[in-house]
């Protein structure tokens, strides 16, 4: 059984967490509490980019060993017409850089809450998690907890891919504020 810990108390953090007890495996929801113990084998940084940087400095020491899964899109939320980590890198990038001991993972940056809570993107295709990272161990575990929890993943390479899953979260997170998709579609993969 996995313990997966999620920092943060949104929609998302909801529903990731939904997955993980659906699959018979434990969540704690740590929301940004400070001095909290982090028992996950997982933990997931659900929170919007701009909270990061607070989230490893309250909690950086207590992620050393553990795989920590960025799911930021980190775009610029006042104007949403740009991405504000440099084009060669990405948000997860950062965040593994701030954190050398730990095993960095970009996902669900993809999904919408609502596509994770009902297995669907836009009510047709089954919902599919992209996992980017540089550790095999650390995707297969986020993996397994995954499908054991009914959703599938696809391992989307290295974390260097990272910054092609923030471009298409932010393609995603333009149309839906624009009205031009709702919050239950967005991208599929049909295999």
Aim: no cysteine; aromatic share 4%.
């Amino acid at each position: 059984m996995t313990t997966v810990s999620i920092i943060g108390n949104g929609n998302m953090g909801t529903a990731i967490g939904g997955i993980v007890t659906a699959g018979g495996n434990n969540v704690e929801f740590i929301g940004r509490d400070a001095d909290a113990a982090i028992n996950g084998d997982i933990v997931v940084l659900a929170v919007g980019y701009p909270a990061v940087a607070d989230v490893i400095a309250a909690h950086g020491d207590k992620l050393a060993g553990k795989v920590v899964v960025d799911i930021t899109n980190p775009l610029n939320f006042e104007t949403f017409d740009s991405l504000v980590v440099p084009a060669d890198g990405s948000a997860a990038a950062v965040i593994a850089e701030a954190l050398p001991a730990s095993s960095v993972l970009k996902a669900f940056n993809t999904n919408f809450a609502a596509t994770l809570a009902g297995n669907t993107v836009g009510g047709n295709a089954a919902t599919t998690v992209h996992i980017a990272g540089d550790s095999a161990d650390a995707k297969a575990l986020l993996g397994s907890v995954l499908q054991a929890g009914g959703v599938a993943s696809v391992d989307a390479g290295a974390l260097a891919r990272a910054r092609e899953l923030e471009a298409i979260g932010f393609l995603q997170l333009t149309l839906a504020v624009q009205e031009k998709i709702g919050w239950n579609a967005g991208f599929a993969l049909i295999k």
